[in-house]
């Protein structure tokens, strides 16, 4: 992005310039066509319309039978055969173990193709896929599990001994016990006690069409992602067939362009709505294969790109740093990837990125698994920016101190300034609003009478700046959520945690920066019974963390404190607690970091903080 010279450490120094809006116009002008014809088939969709996956999927399979679908490890699927083998799985679901429209089955699998054929096949049938995210045990797990609960279960073998050591504490009935269904792997290990081979009986299942397909509406379920949100365990986030229908225009036409052929190399989970919502939906608009890993790896990323032959790719932040930080190769421009598509990209380390790779095109975004968060997204390919949203939102005012948006005199929040980081609010109607399966979270995430009485609007939590002609650019996250190897980690489910211990009378939870990494590392201050950190027995804490939290939402700090500032509601402030983060030249508290492959915290000592400030450690 271009910066006005001689204005460093002006809010103007961010704004866009004219010669930025020149070359959005051009690009936009190139597109035209593409975005119009997207446009005019989005508006034709209602929430009653036959727009749905199930058919998309059958209409590719009629049209491109022998283009390949799906790239995974040695193997291909043409599109006949991706279609045919969702198809057995949705009959045999519907015909032998008599699933119907608006049932929901658990699905706990990696990325390998046979969760596509379970997602697309289930929906075929209006059977909802409840994705659960693989890096999830224990409580976490047990909780999105019964969260919405399942008629049937779907686990890999893959994920065979993290289910069953949460098995116990299901409480299934006796029908849901009837069908556990385990979908082999590599093989290695048999169905479990009470589980049949998923793969064995649908092998043999008929592979046509089912009749239920063309029934789908736009508006009816067929996927929960699950979502940390702002506060508490995750939440289930509804996805509709007219959801990714619409971002397959949205996405495959109107931002990045995609035709039939191309690759979409997908490298987050498919758990995940940048999976599902971005890449997925991207792939789906105009039959582009996807090429799937089971999981991201940062050295055989380039030599999986070529081996594809992908064309393009998703992202968060944290890939693209794990893929910077690698040293050069001379892959690193042997590739055919000319346009990738995501959400994080730090603008200190864009234009790098760009050049080193040789990838003309980032289209950055910025959104949410819950539709009704202002999404926006870079459609004309300018640097350093999330582009613009096409939904009523504001950017207010926030006092990061008290973590509470600024009101004026008359209690309505204040608008930023262009250049002036805020905080991020989308507009919501009362009257469509509707986000979770759990109503009460919904409350949570809302403000009303913010600029007049009786409005309403969504509380991102993320900071962002308005950058002119329309474009913003992130910030920062905050408040009681932040972002740490590409999970959005809550506090409350940490402190939860944290407070189970018997040695801790308080806590709380917040995200702190270690340098050259992305997002937030978790830091937690204590206040101990004794109020000291003498005879705290750390071993036994950290079994605990690890065994109710997923790894990515174990502290990487720990604070030993004896009070906490808090405001008249009791409420914890935390904006002092972090802006100490573990500074060790401003704290006298003792402080504990558990370093990357270590078992057991360690005392912060002046050496290990200034490895740690000198990127010393890889966390």
């Not at 063309?214 to 067929?222: C, E, I, S, T, V």
């Not at 990125?353 to 990838?359: C, S």
């Not at 008359?410 to 469509?432: H, K, S, T």
């Not at 201050?525 to 036994?540: K, V």
């Amino acid at each position: 992005m271009s910066k006005k010279k001689n204005r460093k450490n002006s809010k103007n120094e961010y704004l866009l310039t004219k010669k930025d809006y020149i070359r959005a116009w051009l690009f936009a002008l190139h597109k035209r066509r593409r975005m119009a014809k997207a446009i005019e088939e989005g508006l034709k969709m209602t929430p009653e319309s036959n727009s749905n996956i199930a058919l998309c999927t059958e209409l590719h399979a009629q049209k491109y039978p022998d283009k390949t679908a799906i790239l995974f490890e040695d193997k291909k699927y043409t599109h006949k055969e991706y279609n045919e083998w969702c198809n057995r799985y949705a009959n045999f679901f519907l015909n032998k173990v008599g699933l119907k429209k608006g049932d929901v089955a658990i699905v706990y699998l990696m990325n390998r193709p046979e969760i596509m054929f379970t997602i697309v096949g289930l929906a075929k049938i209006g059977v909802i896929s409840s994705l659960i995210n693989t890096k999830q045990r224990e409580k976490p797990l047990i909780h999105s599990i019964s969260h919405a609960p399942g008629k049937v279960f779907i686990i890999g073998e893959e994920l065979i001994e993290a289910f069953e050591d949460a098995r116990t504490q299901l409480n299934l009935t006796e029908e849901q016990s009837k069908h556990l269904y385990f979908l082999p792997d590599t093989g290695e290990i048999d169905p479990p006690s009470g589980f049949k081979n998923l793969y064995e009986l649908v092998k043999n299942e008929e592979a046509i069409n089912p009749p239920t397909s063309a029934h789908l509406q736009a508006k009816d379920p067929y996927a929960y992602i699950f979502t940390s949100g702002t506060t508490g365990l995750p939440k289930a986030a509804i996805i509709t067939h007219g959801h990714t229908v619409g971002a397959s225009f949205y996405w495959g036409d109107t931002v990045i362009g995609m035709k039939r052929k191309d690759v979409m190399y997908i490298t987050t989970p498919l758990f995940h709505s940048n999976a599902i919502n971005v890449a997925y939906a991207a792939a789906l608009r105009h039959g582009s294969a996807m090429a799937i890993r089971r999981k991201f790896s940062a050295s055989k990323f380039w030599d999986d790109a070529i081996k594809f032959k992908a064309t393009s790719f998703n992202y968060i932040g944290e890939i693209c740093r794990y893929l910077y930080n690698q040293p050069p190769k001379p892959t690193d421009r042997k590739h055919k990837v000319k346009k990738i598509v995501g959400n994080g990209l730090r603008n200190e380390m864009w234009m790098d990125f760009k050049k080193r790779f040789g990838i003309p095109r980032i289209f950055e975004f910025y959104g949410a698994t819950e539709r009704f968060c202002p999404n926006f997204a870079n459609r004309y390919n300018l640097d350093c920016t999330v582009g613009f949203c096409g939904s009523e939102y504001a950017i207010v005012k926030y006092d990061i101190d008290v973590d509470e948006p600024i009101r004026d005199e008359n209690g309505c929040m204040i608008r930023a300034e262009p250049g002036e980081a805020g905080l991020l609010l989308g507009q919501l109607d009362p009257q469509y609003f509707y986000m979770y399966t759990d109503k009460k979270a919904d409350e949570k995430k809302i403000f009303r009478d913010v600029f007049e009485k009786g409005d309403m609007y969504m509380n991102t939590g993320d900071l962002l700046r308005e950058i002119g002609y329309a474009h913003a650019q992130f910030v920062d996250r905050l408040g009681d959520t932040f972002r740490w190897k590409g999970e959005n980690v809550s506090t409350e489910e940490v402190e939860s945690v944290v407070n189970l211990f018997e040695q801790i009378s308080s806590s709380t939870a917040y995200g702190v920066q270690i340098p050259n990494t992305e997002g937030r590392a978790g830091m937690t201050a204590i206040i101990t019974n004794s109020n000291s950190a003498e005879n705290f027995d750390f071993r036994s804490f950290i079994e605990l963390l690890k065994k109710f939290l997923p790894e990515y939402a174990v502290p990487k700090f720990i604070r030993f404190t004896e009070k906490f500032d808090a405001t008249a509601t009791l409420k914890i402030q935390k904006g002092g607690l972090k802006k100490e983060g573990y500074d060790l030249t401003k704290l006298n508290d003792p402080i504990y970091v558990l370093l990357p492959n270590a078992s057991d915290y360690t005392l912060l000592a002046k050496e290990i903080y200034k490895k740690i400030m000198n990127a010393g450690y890889n966390f």
